[in-house]
């Protein structure tokens, strides 16, 4: 089954940071638009950020959501196969689970539809609160 795996979350005060991971030894990701989502509870599942893949063939290009736009950075290493989030200044509504999907449409960004997206990891929690 492809299946990526997010990792990094944990428990942070407003303000602060952390970083991120979705990673698989499956398969290349490079290839791939990787796609963030996060779902706080009683919330519906929604897009974060997203960077395009290599299959397209033109460069990388990332995305970001209005309410992370200057707080989050979407990057990859191809070398680790893995794409990363950093995310920085954080505040108590980015409190959710984060999930990290591969786009399955195409290897653009332009869209944040769930059904776009497959390959789903298990979603790393992320808590920001005082």
């Known amino acids: 089954q492809l299946q990526v795996v997010e990792s990094g979350g944990g428990l942070v005060q407003p303000g602060g940071s952390l970083r991120l991971s979705c990673a698989t030894a499956r398969f290349p990701l490079d290839h791939y638009a990787i796609g963030w989502f996060r779902q706080a509870p009683g919330k519906e599942r929604e897009g974060v950020s997203c960077i395009s893949g290599s299959g397209g063939g033109a460069d990388y290009t990332a995305n970001y959501t209005d309410s992370v736009k200057g707080r989050f950075t979407i990057s990859r290493d191809n070398a680790k196969n893995t794409i990363y989030l950093e995310m920085n200044d954080l505040k108590p509504e980015d409190t959710g689970v984060y999930y990290c999907?591969?786009?399955?449409?195409?290897?653009?960004?332009?869209?944040?539809?769930?059904?776009?997206?497959?390959?789903w990891g298990q979603g790393t929690q992320v808590t920001v609160s005082s």
């Open positions: 999907a591969i786009r399955v449409a195409d290897y653009s960004c332009s869209t944040y539809t769930l059904a776009d997206f497959g390959a």
